[in-house]
């Protein structure tokens, strides 16, 4: 069943803390020149099927390559821009396909500026324009796929903080499965919009040896070259044996060592790991299949081994059985869109026998189903 | 000196008198007058003092930052020098010095970190303040500061002089919490238990100094320079003389001069210029007191 938005918005009252970006948007009042009345406005349709004199026929196509030429932003302010002039205020009802096609094939570039400039013409927030249309999951996914990286990094965490369980993964998934530019943007939007820092919250609502695992994670900033030191893959491979064999998950060295060695390092430990006592680390750490903490554990190593095959499975467990966890298949297919949506889309094939799409299809329904497929379809 | 070097030409004699009129340097041996080896390395030392003074005042700060923390760790020094350039710089400028390690060093700086103070009980602190990036904003919320404060005390009373620094709600706090909100945390410790929260950190010094150099920076500096200049400060005192100098002459040195002269009750230059000489003093001096 749909899950409430509530627990994506807290304050009914103002959604700005989802919507605004950091710079207060200009108070631009609508150019006179420019606007018709609802009313005399093309109708959207129409709209997509002639281009505008003199803009070039590409710009039009909702698969346009990706160009952040001068020419190409004149086009989004014209025909995106007048797409949403007429979705947003036409008091006509919404229409969500222009919403789809429109932010569902833009990069992330394209999409903050078309953000940028809806914000400077129409002085609000596109995303609080947006929220006040559409709601439930189709929303979700709207609002964390139209945000920059970082910034949805940052919503997602503060949201995860809040409501924070054992065995709850954004958190390591956002730290282990981003480089060390993306989780330091990603702080740094945090400390911008919630005006604390990220460490911060992840430790006062975190309990307990999760706390020493993922304070650490999240403020890690790791060394990003391929340099290894064999030896000492080889002796930490041997110290990560050792503490669990006496299920000492918690002790300090092995948090040290997650959290701390850069990750051409960490393969290397791992796979000196696999050689030497002859089978993944991973299958040491499934001997309490309750256990959370060993979850979490498995998480971090498979977010760094092999992340296409850890996002799959968490979007297959979303699909899987009755009902959806639409949260985790947004997360999912959002986060990954721009990175390695592709490998997990084969990863999905290879080990369910049924491309993704046709899953989630199957499983979801409405705008919130044509939105996925159509983040799905970008590749 | 380098002007003799050409009047002097193809006149020894000069020379000679000038050896002979330096007898700290030259003592007669003979019939030559011969180097004192003691003050040649006194004079490599203070030369070799001015040039890491200059050297130092010239890098960028984060690459400064990091090489300072690289000589700390590989050298065995006490985790101060750590603890300083971690509570002490902007969060900006940790990052820098971070990602300035990483460039020099092909590590991070919280894996160095973490493997050398690996069996030391400080070590959840030491690698929790470097990896901090902290709000820098002044917003700071009251009930928080006071529960924390709260916590702090009930932390100091069951540790019982104990592992105060191993304590997680303790590192929790220092590690994470802005400093405007620890400020704020501290005046509450205060108003709540009667004392300083310096004071109940007795015999932890890790923790001790975090404190000191979160909340007041500059009384640190001054109690640092200060212990570089008593009698028989060690070799690493009197390093923190060029260190703090260096990096604090852009940032807060009014301020050092100011905590010194409260504390002590005399100026620093004074101070400084009757313990350093020739170069290094000038150089000293002028970062100090400035224009």
């Given amino acids: ?125 596109l995303l609080r324009s947006i929220t006040d249309e559409i709601s439930g999951d189709f929303e979700r996914a709207v609002i964390l796929w139209t945000l920059d990286p970082a910034e949805r990094d940052a919503v997602l965490a503060n949201e995860t903080a809040k409501k924070w369980h054992p065995g709850n993964p954004v958190l390591v998934e956002i730290a282990c499965a981003r480089g060390s530019k993306q989780l330091f943007a990603a702080r740094q939007a945090y400390h911008d919009r919630f005006k604390r820092s990220l460490e911060e919250d992840v430790a006062a609502h975190v309990t307990g040896d999760f706390r020493k695992l993922l304070v650490p994670l999240v403020s890690s900033h790791r060394y990003e070259g391929p340099e290894v030191n064999t030896r000492l893959a080889h002796s930490e491979a041997k110290l990560l044996h050792e503490k669990i064999e006496h299920k000492a998950y918690g002790d300090d060295e092995v948090i040290r060592i997650l959290t701390t060695r850069s990750k051409a390092q960490l393969l290397a430990t791992f796979n000196n790991y696999n050689d030497t006592f002859g089978h993944p680390i991973t299958k040491d750490l499934k001997a309490d299949p309750k256990d959370e903490f060993l979850k979490t554990l498995r998480a971090v190593i498979r977010c760094f081994t092999c992340p296409d095959r850890y996002f799959e499975k968490v979007a297959r467990l979303a ?6 966890d639409e949260n985790s298949l947004t997360r999912v297919i959002t986060t990954r869109a721009e990175v390695d949506l592709k490998l997990i889309k084969e990863a999905y094939q290879k080990r369910n026998s049924v491309p993704l799409e046709k899953a989630v299809a199957g499983d979801t329904s409405g705008d919130y189903e044509s939105m996925l497929l159509a983040l799905l379809g970008k590749e | 000196m380098v002007a003799a070097l050409a009047n002097w030409r193809r006149q020894p004699e000069k020379r000679s008198g000038f050896r002979k009129s330096f007898p700290g340097l030259f003592k007669q041996h003979g019939v030559i007058e011969r180097c004192e080896d003691e003050y040649m390395l006194h004079l490599a030392a203070e030369f070799s003092r001015f040039k890491n003074l200059m050297v130092l005042w010239a890098m960028h700060p984060w690459e400064r930052d990091a090489r300072l923390a690289h000589h700390v760790l590989h050298q065995a020094h006490p985790a101060a020098i750590v603890v300083e350039v971690a509570c002490t710089r902007s969060a900006e400028e940790l990052l820098g010095a971070r990602k300035a390690y990483m ?96 004071e109940d950190l007795g015999s932890e010094e890790a923790l001790r100094e975090a404190v000191q150099c979160l909340a007041t920076p500059e009384r640190y500096f001054s109690q ?32 050092i001069r100011a905590a010194y002269q409260e504390q002590f009750g005399a100026k620093l230059e004074d101070a400084v210029a009757g313990s350093a000489h020739g170069h290094f003093k000038d150089a000293l001096v002028s970062l100090i007191v400035g224009k």
Avoid at chain 1, 89 to 107: K, Q
Avoid at chain 1, 319 to 324: E, F, L, R, Y
Avoid at chain 2, 130 to 159: I, M
Wanted: hydrophobic share 35%.
């Fill in chain 2, 103 to 198: 460039a020099l060093f092909h590590h991070s700086l919280e894996e160095d970190v973490a493997y050398r103070a690996k069996d030391k009980p400080y070590c959840s602190l030491l690698v929790g303040l470097v990896s901090a990036y902290r709000y820098e904003g002044p917003k700071v919320s009251d009930d928080t500061a006071k529960a924390e404060a709260k916590a702090l005390g009930a932390a100091v009373k069951s540790a019982g002089g104990g592992k105060l620094v191993e304590n997680e709600e303790v590192v929790r706090i220092l590690t994470t919490r802005s400093k405007p909100h620890l400020v704020q945390t501290f005046k509450y410790y205060k108003e709540l238990h009667g004392k300083y929260i310096e």
């Fill in chain 1, 319 to 324: 699909i899987a059985g009755n009902g959806t």
């Fill in chain 1, 1 to 125: 069943q749909k899950r409430a938005i509530h627990s994506f918005t807290p304050r009914p009252v103002s959604r700005s803390h989802i919507a605004r970006t950091a710079s207060d948007p200009r108070q631009a009042p609508v150019p006179d020149g420019d606007a018709q009345g609802p009313l005399q406005r093309p109708g959207p349709r129409r709209r997509l099927r002639q281009p505008p004199q003199g803009l070039p026929r590409y710009a039009h196509s909702p698969l346009s390559p990706p160009r952040a030429s001068a020419v190409w932003r004149g086009a989004a302010r014209s025909s995106d821009l007048s797409g949403f002039f007429s979705v947003c205020l036409s008091g006509w009802g919404t229409n969500e396909a222009l919403i789809i096609s429109i932010l569902g094939h833009r990069d992330a570039a394209q999409r903050r500026a078309i953000r940028k400039h809806y914000a400077d013409t129409y002085g609000e927030e």
């Fill in chain 2, 224 to 255: 640092v320079m200060a212990a570089a200049l008593r009698e028989g400060a060690d070799h690493h005192g009197k390093e923190a003389l060029a260190r703090v100098a260096v990096t604090r002459s852009d940032v807060d040195m009014d301020g």
